[in-house]
């Protein structure tokens, strides 16, 4: 039984739509959050929603996955293109709204993480120059976190800023990388090196595309939503451990309910540190440092992101228990829901000495020293800076 | 005989420093206006300001036009080399102000418009990584408009953002491109269509950096000096037509006031419509639509920027007559300053078809209608719109 959103960000409707509001002064956005109402025509359908974020847009940018997501571009399309205040067939705006006709163009990008790359922003800026964009364009990013972060850069930057729309299509860009503003490609050099903060007008969460998600891709997604619980969510840890198994199913509401959480998360922290200068936004990180250790040694693609996280959240709770900032019931709780999950545990074929190297260089250790994000309880974590690296190593040690 | 500023943004100092604030909240910063005070040990010099700007940096990157301001770049570089709160010789910066040494980097860049391009963004995103940049770098583009706007792109996202300090070398930079945070690059289908509105953090101009500027460079950018009285500030207008001759000299203290008086002119508007959003920035572009259509049916290269917008200028002002905007006596005297300023007030071979036919693509064109901003006195212009054809025309053929 689902437990209410335990603030007021969140609305849900009738039909099981809910809303929260990213709250960032003149940048606050909805995340809309539905199961298969891209396409409707009453009020609840993607076409109202963007109309209301996105009034006096006339030229829309669909930036899709080609081989994951054209069956949601093509949705995303269908439900402005038949729209009649955005009608595509000369028919003039509903009186009042001040809408012109919508004119719809569509850009293909592969799928995968070589398509963040300097020579695809490129193309792109000039695909977007062909469709005869201007500063009133607006960009629809339709796909997982790749596309996200690309067409999210390229809307921040041509003629300076044009307005975003995010419609994740995968788990993990619905709870995660979709929210909360971050842009960017990466430089043969390293990963995330180039960007912009630029926040969507709208992010549009339709659980009906995940219907065709892998499962490994929709169990990866999870490890991120379990994370939510652990940082800042007690009860929503809770929630996960008696849901886990509808969630697995894909069941619309307790998916809904979990990815809605798990944005409610994500937007309390980008609210309080939108561009990482509190220190705040730092806690989206657990797991994270060790993740990225584990995916850097493995070599990128052995692990999915998310499995990288399941494994790194093991071993900051590791070495939270070792450095006794935790109870060990902590790390008993989070292993039995990651592994209910159906995420790894462990690496077996982990190299201590390698991961430490690769941690040592990360772009969040400070002068040298490593910081990690460690839990204190189901619901809490903090920054801790200057842990001895043996009781690291004990930690990457007791995940292999 | 200088007259005082209008307001109190501005701040001389007996030394005939000025630092005129740009004010826009927590992305507020001085612009610190001098002659030959870069390399100066005591509290006037470039370190000193660099130091209150940017207190923690311990990473510079100098990124310079390899031809024209290296002895600046140069300058810049010793200046915080031997500064002895920053030295690079592993002298600790000065107790209670908490800065390490500061470790400086150089990018050469090649002068010219082609370096604002994809190619060359891409490679100077490469190089910044290679000199070890990280979040706590600054960017401190020493050149002309065209680094700083590449330079400026670059410290707007490399890692989303880094700090940016402006040392423009060229009066046009001075006075225009180095304010008001515009950064970007160009696509083959047009300029500046990819950038960031990126503010720096300091913007210091040193007038001994146009001992070297070539004439024909240095009487450009009068062209845009003399706007800023024409678009908002008669009283400026009024001094420069008595001091013009001692500005065309570069005498220090009329070339500092008559670029201050412009930083301030355009600090205000900047203030007021950061993002042009409000409309308010568009009255910087005075003469720039003839302008533009000048530069592009001319080919580039042809007339200096600011030479087209000197022509640009009376063909504006030309316009504002026949409309019944603005008396005569503005033309005439507008006409005069050019002149005397030494700069061109017509283009015999202009194709006033071809150059309608740029305006109306121009990207400053609402649905289609031409708009122009023009001046109904020295001091104050509008944006004017749904202006005949035939008077553009008229107005063009005047100045061929």
Redesign the interface.
């Known amino acids: 039984m689902p437990i209410p959103p335990r603030n007021e960000t969140s609305t849900a409707s009738p039909s099981g739509i809910s809303t929260i509001t990213v709250d960032l002064d003149d940048r606050s956005y909805p995340i809309v959050i539905n199961s298969g109402q891209t396409n409707a025509t009453d009020p609840s359908g993607f076409a109202t929603h963007f109309r209301e974020a996105l009034g006096d847009c006339t030229h829309a940018i669909i930036v899709q996955d080609t081989a994951i997501a054209a069956s949601a571009g093509n949705a995303v399309a269908d439900a402005l293109g038949t729209d009649d205040t955005f009608g595509t067939d000369d028919t003039q705006g509903t009186a009042g709204q001040g809408n012109d006709d919508l004119r719809l163009s569509v850009i293909d990008v592969a799928s995968g993480e070589p398509s963040k790359s300097?020579?695809r922003?490129?193309q792109l800026?000039?695909e977007m120059?062909?469709t005869a964009a201007?500063?009133r364009s607006v960009v629809i990013a339709v796909g997982g976190g790749v596309i996200g972060d690309l067409a999210g850069?390229a809307a921040?930057?041509?003629?300076?800023?044009l307005r975003l729309v995010q419609v994740p299509t995968t788990l993990l860009a619905m709870v995660d990388s979709s929210v909360g503003g971050?842009t960017?490609i990466n430089?043969?050099?390293?990963k995330n090196?180039?960007?912009?903060?630029w926040q969507p007008h709208l992010v549009w969460i339709d659980t009906d595309f995940l219907k065709t998600l892998p499962e490994r891709e929709y169990v990866s997604g999870l490890a991120e939503v379990i994370k939510y619980g652990v940082i800042e969510d007690a009860e929503f840890f809770d929630y996960l451990e008696s849901n886990i198994t509808a969630i697995l199913d894909r069941a619309p509401e307790p998916t809904r309910h979990a990815i809605a959480r798990s944005c409610e998360s994500k937007a309390r922290v980008v609210a309080d540190d939108e561009?990482e200068t509190t220190g705040r936004r730092a806690i989206l990180n657990y797991g994270h440092t060790f993740a990225h250790a584990i995916e850097s040694t493995a070599g990128y693609g052995a692990f999915l992101h998310g499995e990288a996280v399941s494994i790194g959240m093991q071993m900051a709770a590791e070495l939270s228990v070792r450095l006794g900032r935790c109870p060990a019931e902590l790390l008993t709780r989070q292993t039995a829901l990651l592994d209910a999950a159906g995420l790894p545990l462990r690496w077996k074929d982990a190299d201590v000495e390698k991961m430490i190297a690769v941690m040592a260089r990360d772009?969040k250790v400070a002068h040298g020293k490593l910081r990690f994000v460690l839990p204190d309880r189901i619901g809490n974590v903090e920054l801790v800076g200057d842990v001895p690296a043996d009781l690291v190593s004990a930690a990457i040690e007791a995940c292999r």
């Open positions: 300097t020579d922003i490129a800026w000039n120059l062909d201007d500063r850069f921040a930057t041509f003629t300076r800023g971050k960017g430089l043969p050099g390293g090196l180039v960007g912009s903060f561009r772009k």
